[in-house]
């Protein structure tokens, strides 16, 4: 075998090896199909063939939208995909809004037959701090107030003197909560959903 053919199935073996190792990796990696937050106890628990996160983009035109499980995932929709809790056309739904897809997988594409968005949750009234009354809390600093949204829309703006304490990582936290048991907590995130 003549230098040249040897150096060139070299060159293929160490292409082949790195392929099979590339696909090692991505196999022992595998993307979360269910986001932090929809998996805490009590929560949510997905399936092969369900994903469970937040919305990131989606395209009416291109029939895809894209959900973010901690790992972004883009599923391909049509006019026999079904949607629950949510009567508009799909390119309306806001960015971060909680969902679930059930999809199948072909051709290495990914197509959602059924879209459940999260509906609104009924809060008991008596749990809801008006505008006034928070505003005279936060002026009187009569309360520890927790922001429970994520990093990303607590830095975006937030209560000013309020703590960020992300709700999925409640229980890492517990040492930033008063030792009095009396004192009062308001604990705000992007409203009822």
């Given at each position: 075998?003549?230098?040249?053919r040897k ?134 600093k009569k ?26 990582e409640f ?23």
């Amino acid at each position: 075998m003549s230098k040249k053919r040897k150096g060139l199935a070299l060159i293929v073996f160490i292409s082949i090896l790195a392929l099979a190792l590339v696909a090692s990796q991505g196999i022992s990696q595998q993307k979360p199909i269910i986001a932090k937050g929809c998996s805490l106890p009590g929560c949510h628990t997905a399936k092969q063939g369900e994903l469970w996160g937040n919305v990131k983009t989606v395209s009416g035109k291109a029939e895809m939208i894209q959900i973010d499980t901690g790992a972004l995932w883009t599923v391909k929709f049509d006019d026999k995909t079904k949607v629950k809790n949510w009567n508009q056309p799909l390119n309306k739904l806001p960015k971060e809004k909680e969902i679930s897809i059930n999809y199948v997988e072909k051709n290495g594409e990914f197509y959602a037959t059924f879209i459940n968005v999260k509906p609104p949750v009924a809060v008991d009234p008596a749990k809801v701090v008006k505008v006034a009354e928070m505003k005279k809390i936060w002026d009187e600093k009569k309360a520890l107030i927790i922001d429970c949204r994520p990093a990303g829309r607590y830095n975006e703006g937030h209560i000013p003197g309020s703590i960020h304490i992300w709700f999925a990582e409640f229980d890492k936290h517990i040492d930033k909560l008063p030792q009095d048991k009396n004192q009062l907590i308001v604990y705000y995130c992007q409203g009822p959903t």
